[in-house]
């Protein structure tokens, strides 16, 4: 859970800009005691020119006093999905003192689309909120935003939430905004109504709670701006967020699909999970080994897809794409060693993104729980006058009686007896 830290990022003439807008977010990383380091994201179309020089971010503590303002030089682009240039501008703050801090950013102006009425006349404001303890950071997202979707073709955008302190993280969908005033902070809808990207009635636009999909089914064309918002928690508390501008542009459908399947397994043998069907949820107890064998297929022209992998396990992963050989597949192997250092009430997430053509994208995310094996009193037998333990995990799944293991039953009597099982 996070506190309050706004980094604002405020220019204060706004020039008219001939690069548009297409989003951004910004994220707040603790470094030393309260010395935290600032990553502001902004992304851009392919457009060099009139890029600003530097932008200023704004600090503000919970009473909404400004504490710093910083200005960052803009940093060389590196290109990111369909040619959206990325721009990484990095600060570093030493708060005054623990507590909960804002920070916020604005830039202008947006590109032109069809759910904010005149968006090019607005600017986008980020903003991101942290308790700077001396240890805590702000959740993140691993992966660039997909920016093109196809007319009457599911798109699956996982948001790739992360969180290094592992707290629990909740998301839910946002609206774009611009700043009310420089000085104030605030922020207000850009438009109203709003309403996102219009999808099929079997499949409309909607953000997944337990994966954090973003998904639908497009059904008109054009270009779409969209918002999340990633909350992170501690002991039942808000501590913090982090909010993502996106732009989503969608194009005719180009008849080609991508197939995507995957092999699992914690020992042999291994089950299949394919596209189109729930992705499944893995329960490992320690300390077992989970090995996902993911391959993805193009079965029309047989050209290969790229596998890209995120996850928020034992490290931040970042992406790995392997090519085993022939031409109708790319696969990737993951393993997910469970340990005592990985059990949590948290889940672990899994992206697989697959790319078609450097255009297409689509992601397929998995979640894993990591419980530690106890033993407990797990049943009463009122035939019998006897009570026997079993293996259960955090969960309260009973371990698999074919197993390995014993019971031990205790009669009313006194008397004990030990039932084992061996190999």
């Known amino acids: 859970m996070k506190k309050l830290i706004i980094l604002l990022l405020i220019a204060l003439n706004y020039p008219c800009y001939s690069s548009n807008l297409l989003g951004g977010e910004i994220t707040c990383k603790n470094t030393n005691g309260l010395t935290y380091k600032t990553t502001l994201t902004i992304y851009r179309d392919g457009s060099l020119f009139n890029i600003p020089s530097s932008l200023t971010i704004t600090y503000r503590d919970s009473l909404d006093t400004i504490v710093a303002m910083h200005t960052v030089i803009t940093p060389n682009y590196s290109l990111g999905l ?50 700077a303890d001396g240890s805590n950071s702000s959740p993140e997202f691993l992966a660039r935003p997909i920016n093109i979707a196809q007319l009457n073709q599911p798109f699956i955008n996982n948001i790739t939430p992360y969180d290094a302190n592992r707290d629990s ?40 709670s337990i994966l954090g999909d973003i998904s639908f089914i497009p059904n008109l064309a054009g270009k779409y701006q969209i918002a999340v918002k990633l909350i992170e928690w501690r002991n039942g508390v808000q501590i913090g967020y982090v909010k993502r501008d996106m732009e989503l542009k969608i194009i005719p459908n180009s008849g080609i699909p991508i197939q995507a399947y995957c092999q699992m397994y914690v020992a042999l ?27 993805s297929m193009d079965t029309i022209t047989y050209f290969n897809p790229i596998i890209n992998l995120y996850g928020s396990a034992l490290i931040n992963t970042s992406a790995s794409s392997l090519d085993f050989g022939g031409n109708d597949y790319y696969d990737s192997y993951f393993y997910f060693p469970s340990s005592s250092a990985t059990v949590s009430n948290n889940p672990y997430f899994i992206t697989f993104r697959v790319n078609k053509a450097n255009t297409f994208y689509i992601d397929y995310t998995f979640r894993i ?15 019998t006058k006897s009570v026997y333990l079993k293996s259960i995990d955090m969960l309260g799944r009973e371990t698999d009686p074919k197993l390995p293991g014993f019971r031990i039953d205790l009669y009313s009597d006194g008397t004990t007896k030990k039932v084992f099982r061996g190999e």
């Open 82 to 131: 369909n040619g959206v240039r990325s721009y990484k501008y990095l600060d570093n703050i030493t708060f005054p003192s623990n507590g909960t801090y804002k920070i916020s950013a604005r830039e202008s102006y947006r590109d032109s689309v069809l759910n904010i009425t005149n968006a090019s006349s607005y600017g986008m404001y980020l903003e991101c909120m942290i308790m």
């Open 169 to 208: 993280m909740s998301w839910e969908l946002a609206i774009p905004e611009d700043i009310v005033s420089n000085g104030s902070g605030g922020f207000n809808i850009v438009s109203l109504p709003y309403n996102y990207p219009p999808g099929d009635s079997s499949f409309p636009f909607h953000l997944d």
């Open 369 to 383: 729980f990591v419980s530690p094996q106890f033993t407990g009193i797990n049943e009463i037998s009122n035939d």
């Open 269 to 295: 043998p291994y089950s299949l999970w394919y596209q189109g069907t729930p992705t499944p949820t893995w329960y490992l107890t320690v300390p077992q080994l989970l090995t996902l064998h993911f391959m």
